[in-house]
């Protein structure tokens, strides 16, 4: 039992390239979400899904996309990176009816 | 929407000492608040959750005290040890939501 889990761990982009950041969880779970971690600003809801087949904004979706590609996979797009969008990006599920989240391990992006 | 605060941003004290975090929210349809502990380098792992039902919960050296009336929730960790250092954060959720709004985090350093 994996728990959630993220690749790349590490990634280095230019300002405007694109790449798709990965997330699967094996417990089962309906909710999945993306996070930011920024330092002094907590972790920030990018989007979520609740369930498979439905995707909302978060706090901070500009900039970004997702899909939910089966009840296991959620992944983040970003389409155009930009310096503003380094940080460390974490996943997370839940199930339902238990409001506790599971994070993944987190990716580190950077945006140069 | 929900907005939480969190203080103080960083907290340190003496190993044995107690140490307490306090979070303020906004919205009165939350119910749900968990805490979570992030050591250097790792992923957010649950500690302790209490529910708009509950006043206090105890888990060992941990509590955490809800004030519905004033809209503040607190974490309590008492016997403080080297291991405890790391950053805390709490978060306010609704039912129905999962959606969590953490708080900027608290860095705890328990000195030897």
């Known amino acids: 039992n994996a728990g959630v889990t993220q690749t790349p761990k590490f990634q280095v982009l230019k300002t405007g390239q694109s790449m798709t950041l990965q997330c699967a969880q094996d417990?089962?779970?309906?909710?999945m979400y993306w996070y930011r971690q920024d330092p002094g600003m907590g972790l920030r809801l990018i989007y979520y899904?609740?369930?498979?087949?439905?995707?909302d904004k978060g706090e901070v979706p500009n900039g970004y996309n997702v899909s939910r590609l089966n009840k296991r996979e959620f992944s983040l797009r970003l389409e155009s990176a930009a310096p503003s969008q380094t940080s460390v990006y974490f996943c997370?599920?839940?199930?339902?009816?238990?409001?506790?989240?599971?994070f993944g391990p987190g990716t580190r992006l950077t945006v140069t | 929407g929900e907005n939480v605060e969190q203080h103080p941003s960083t907290l340190s004290v003496q190993e044995g000492d107690s140490a307490v975090i306090k979070c303020t929210y906004s919205?009165?349809?939350?119910?749900?608040f968990p805490w979570y502990k992030q050591e250097l380098g790792k992923r957010p792992q649950l500690i302790i959750d209490?529910?708009?039902?509950?006043g206090e919960k105890k888990d060992q050296r941990i509590a955490v005290t809800l004030n519905k009336t004033a809209k503040h929730f607190s974490l309590h960790i008492t016997e403080t040890q080297p291991e405890d250092s790391a950053v805390y954060f709490c978060?306010?959720?609704?039912?129905?939501?999962?959606?969590?709004?953490f708080g900027t985090g608290t860095r705890l350093k328990v000195l030897a």
């Open positions: 899904s609740a369930s498979e087949g439905t995707t």
């Open positions: 417990m089962n779970h309906n909710s």
């Open positions: 209490i529910r708009s039902n509950v």
């Open positions: 997370a599920s839940s199930g339902a009816g238990n409001h506790e989240q599971y």
């Open positions: 978060a306010a959720s609704t039912s129905g939501t999962y959606k969590y709004i």
């Open positions: 919205d009165s349809a939350s119910n749900y």
